[in-house]
């Protein structure tokens, strides 16, 4: 199996490194500086696992020709521009680990929609510099196929990551894995990047976490217009999504203060969203295809999602004003 990563920063390179450690034949196209290093000296993996391997890397794709699987990890902004550098290639199938649920679309206008499988990752990791990465959270990757039943590819896919020490799941209800992860990350993200607090302080205060729960409930009342079901997959068990949906509100902010506290008593207090280390840096976030959507959606189905647009809105202005940062 051949699998091509578009966009190795933190997340694809967890993946990258962890792939070819076991054999699998896989490949980088990444940043000039990342390249060089990961290709030359080895790609070093920090924090949850501590190897170094050689990953062959490349700028872009234009000396690649076919993939077994396409694998974009890269931020939802610079989709559009890098679905153009890989539309060439003879691909499988073709999946997108990036936040929120208009990447199907974009992948389906380029490849067919045949080729297109759902996907979204929990792992969490940086980019310490060219050819390191700390690898930060071992959450699960899953993948499956946008119209339900499970299938050879996905299974394949799957067992892979699982070979090759990653935890992955093959869903049989991607549509709902994918809606809700964006709205776990549809407070967090801004709200985050708003405040300049990492999650655990978000989730922590009980004003965040009361502004928390009415932006998670604005997604599920979007996803169910859409005839979307939220899943409670164990995968967010710290988070109880049928207590932040369903449950009486007071009950969902304190569970929502409670997690943040356990969260912090983890030590998983270095962990913030890309959002806020993308204010942080003054570049450009990924609200317009996430949150953004979110609201847009809401509007276009006449469904009220006023602290949805207000955190979008902000965000918003706050890059609006990166030329002010110093």
Known sequence: MRIIILGAGGV???IA????????????????????VSSQDGLQLTGLSDFRIKVPAYTDASNLDSADVLLIAVKTKDMQTSLEGVKHLDVGCVASLQNGVVKNKQMAEVFGADKV????????????QDGEVDYSLDGITFFGERDGPRSDRVDALVKAFLDSGLNAVASENINSIEWTKQAIQNPFAPIAAITRLPVHLVWSSP?????SVHMYREVAAVAEALQITLSDHEAWSVLHQKTLKDAPFKQAVKMLVLAGKQVSESGRTHIIPSMLQDVLACKKTEIEETVGHVFK???????PVPYTEFAYRTVRAIEDNFRDCN
Do not use: F, N, Y
């Not at 499988?117 to 310490?128: D, K, S, W």
């Not at 004003?207 to 502004?211: H, K, N, R, S």
């Open 117 to 128: 499988l759902g996907a979204t990752t929990m792992i969490g990791a940086t980019l310490v």
């Open 12 to 14: 694809g390179s967890v």
């Open 17 to 36: 490194g962890h792939l070819a450690k076991v054999g699998v034949d896989v490949i980088m196209i990444a940043r000039p500086g990342h390249c060089q």
């Open 207 to 211: 004003e965040l976490a009361t502004l």
């Open 297 to 303: 959606e809401g509007i276009r189905l006449g469904i």
